[in-house]
């Protein structure tokens, strides 16, 4: 149904679009401008006059003449403008409906305010206005008391936590509502285009929920009509809705109405709930009947405080006007995500001597499997979103090793999130994500792992295992402290010799497990086994033995051999999780075959020298050095290296592997494409400047890279890894496994 006609003359609107910032050009955004400029053709176009649009811009030059055109008069969006329209101008304006529309880019900041960021901002200058104050100042004196019968808000701007590194410098954003709300009956109807902690794309110089929020309005406000907002949005999440499903995008708009056209009840907007099946509503009325216990033979207050608790976290206002019944307040929760689990914690903090029963609890596992609330969750989300997406690596990395492997996307911090809160629950032990957390907060470093830790024991201390949380982060800062202090011969290894033998590339193989001088023989296959099945059986082996990103994996081979793409080798091939050897484990390659025992000090003295070096310290053997006496004397000349890196074409790899090995080399990086494509100031930006003994781990990193991008350079480079103290073990007798 549409509404009565509306007097569009009778509209004011406020149009923000920051494109162009004061920092490096990454800072820059191209798509704001354009979005304005359609937003203000669709108000005009609904007969809102152009002296009542206020269109206030940082365009990027090429946009600057499209925006003249479309308002010539347009104004700087700098922060005194800013202030200026929205502090003293609104005052004075006649209206009945007013419209805000903002466009650039937002953050979380310290304390998880969500600033829009003005043009002054500079990289390491963060300025922005305060979103939420943005909406208190539209019940405040700024606005005309008597006039302005409605507001609606509309925000297209990330929301997403920043970097580590950089959270620290963001300013306080701008209160731009320092008065009290005079007005706080004001309907207002704010759309937002992503949750806490998310991203608001782009496509083709577009913002994707502008662009969705336009397609919409059009069709409401057909002929003329009054837009129906609530079809509007609904309209919109379904848009959001089928990307998700045929793209897994994750950006989900929100929306906070507040006493829109005052008697119609706020309603939870958003593709309609499925029905409730016999079980689950079983369950349901189980958590109303004890929910209806704890709070006594007269609930209105208790509900009320629990209702104040709820709108805390939940971006809507309750489901009625006045106290919600039990009832309305276990429905208000299973409208949200981690809702239930929110109602369960306000329940508890109201009567702390009550808890809630096991029933409860089973009922609200069966009826929404998310045992975060919706606080935890957005700060979990913010924090992951602070570590680069090779921090997220690495908590990946700490969920394989403690759980085993399981698809985990670190590219994406709020799917990382849910993807970590659904990893299985072990009943009443403490939550694989907090384990997970714990883990690799003892491995790392920084504030951010400073404050997983205190996110993990508030988390605890809510689920009642504050003991069993710190017993767990006393285990992993025992693992990591022998981790750190561990020298070579306490680190672990997985040792395999691989005998070209037989036809095709079938090969017999031996396989040991080394920790220091302890070594365990757990393989010998004598008969030559086709690729496919070596693969499985290795596969196995690191499967129970190894420790995923931890355990390095030595592949002992014949000179002929050196160029074995075995890190490439797929562990669980065929299944979903299938991914490669060298991105679960930092792989490297041995060769004994060319080393003479009379030119053993060589070896060893150029290996001492590994520690203390970085990948900076590797001598660079240009293309044209490649045969075996031209190697050898370029090394000669650089005897304090403690390796070498080259980018050979394959026809002459072989001469400089027999060179290297021959004159004691223990570290050599190659790019192993035929005719290579890396110089030399690619492949040492690939390597970095950690120190050269994290080289191995380096490399794994860069392969996990590659494997999620077939361009990555790092899926070509490979190591010869050569450690003199570390030998091949004997041959396995017959009677080894």
């Not at 509209?11 to 050009?25: L, P």
């Not at 005052?91 to 310290?110: C, E, K, P, S």
């Not at 006493?259 to 349901?284: C, H, I, S, T």
């Not at 008969?527 to 059986?537: C, D, H, V």
């Amino acid at each position: 149904m549409t509404r009565a006609p509306h007097d569009w003359r009778r509209t004011h609107a406020v149009i923000v679009a920051v494109e162009r910032y004061n920092g490096s050009d990454d800072l820059n955004l191209d798509g704001p401008v354009h979005d304005a400029v359609e937003m203000r053709k669709w108000l005009t176009g609904r007969g809102v006059p152009a002296e009542n649009i206020q269109l206030l811009a940082s365009p990027l030059e090429h946009n600057r003449a499209a925006l003249e055109a479309a308002h010539p008069h347009y104004r700087p969006a700098e922060r005194a403008d800013v202030r200026r329209v929205f502090q003293d101008e609104l005052r004075a304006i006649d209206a009945d409906w007013l419209w805000v529309y903002w466009a650039g880019h937002g953050v979380q900041t310290q304390g998880g305010r969500w600033s829009l960021l003005y043009p002054e901002t500079r990289d390491t200058d963060l300025q922005g206005a305060d979103a939420d104050s943005l909406i208190d100042l539209m019940r405040t004196e700024h606005l005309p008391w008597d006039g302005v019968d409605r507001v609606t808000v509309i925000i297209d701007a990330c929301r997403q936590a920043l970097p580590a590194g950089v959270h620290e410098l963001a300013d306080t954003p701008d209160l731009l509502a320092r008065t009290a709300q005079i007005r706080p009956e004001r309907p207002v109807y704010w759309m937002r285009a992503c949750q806490a902690g998310a991203v608001a794309k782009q496509r083709q110089g577009t913002g994707q929920f502008t662009s969705a929020l336009l397609r919409q309005l059009r069709a409401a406000a057909a002929g003329g009509a009054e837009p129906d907002l609530d079809r509007v949005w609904q309209g919109v999440v379904e848009e959001f809705a089928r990307a998700r499903d045929a793209d897994g995008g994750r950006q989900r708009p929100t929306v906070y109405v507040s006493d829109w056209n005052q008697d119609v009840r706020p309603v939870r907007l958003g593709p309609p709930a499925p029905p409730l099946d016999p079980e689950k509503l079983r369950f349901r009325e189980t958590l109303v009947l004890e929910a209806s216990g704890l709070l006594g033979p007269d609930p209105a207050g208790p509900a009320a405080r629990v209702a104040a608790r709820l709108r805390m976290e939940f971006t809507e206002a309750p489901p009625a006007r006045g106290t919600p019944s039990v009832e309305e307040l276990v429905d208000w929760a299973l409208a949200h995500e981690h809702g239930i689990a929110t109602l369960l914690h306000a329940l508890d903090e109201l009567t702390p001597d009550r808890r809630i029963g096991a029933r409860a609890r089973e009922a609200c596992r069966r009826l929404q499997p998310q045992w975060l609330t919706c606080a935890e969750h957005t700060e979990l989300v913010a924090l992951l979103a602070r570590l680069d997406e090779r921090g997220r690596e690495d908590v990946v990395a700490a969920a394989h090793q403690q759980f085993g492997p399981t698809a985990l996307p670190a590219h994406d911090p709020a799917a990382l999130a849910d993807a970590l809160e659904e990893l299985v629950p072990r009943p009443h032990q403490l939550p694989q994500l907090l384990s997970v957390v714990e883990h690799f907060a003892a491995f790392a470093e920084g504030a951010v792992a400073t404050e997983l830790r205190t996110w993990a024991q508030a988390c605890a201390v809510r689920l009642g295992m504050k003991e069993v949380l710190l017993d767990h982060r006393a285990r992993a800062a025992d693992r990591a402290e022998r981790a750190r202090t561990a020298g070579p011969a306490e680190s672990r290894s997985i040792q395999i010799r691989l005998h070209p033998s037989g036809p095709g590339q079938r090969r017999a193989y031996e396989v040991w497990s080394r920790r220091g001088a302890e070594v365990d023989a757990l393989a010998k296959v004598d008969t030559p086994a086709a690729p496919e099945e070596m693969r499985r059986g290795i596969d196995a082996l690191l499967a129970a033995h190894a420790r995923a990103t931890e355990t390095v994996v030595e592949f002992f081979v014949p000179s002929t051999d050196l160029e074995l793409d075995v890190h490439c080798w797929p562990l669980d091939a065929g299944k979903p999780q299938e991914r490669s050897l060298g991105t679960d484990f930092p792989v490297v390659v041995r060769c004994a075959e060319l080393r003479q025992p009379e030119r053993r000090h060589l070896w060893e003295r150029r290996w001492s020298r590994v520690s203390g070096a970085t990948p900076g310290d590797l001598h660079w053997l240009p293309g044209h050095t490649h045969s075996f006496a031209q190697v050898r004397a370029a090394m000669e000349r650089q005897e304090t290296a403690p390796g070498a890196m080259t980018a050979s074409p394959a026809r002459t790899r072989s001469e400089i592997f027999t060179a290297c090995l021959f004159d004691g080399v223990p570290v050599l990086v190659w790019d192993t494409g035929a005719e290579p494509s890396l110089d030399e100031r690619q492949l040492r930006t690939l390597l970095g400047s950690e120190p050269l003994e994290h080289l191995p781990q380096r490399l794994r990193k860069l392969r996990l890279e590659g494997d999620a991008d077939d361009g990555h350079p790092g899926r070509r480079v490979a190591l010869l890894w050569d450690d003199p103290h570390r030998p091949l073990p004997e041959p396995l007798d017959l009677s080894a496994p």
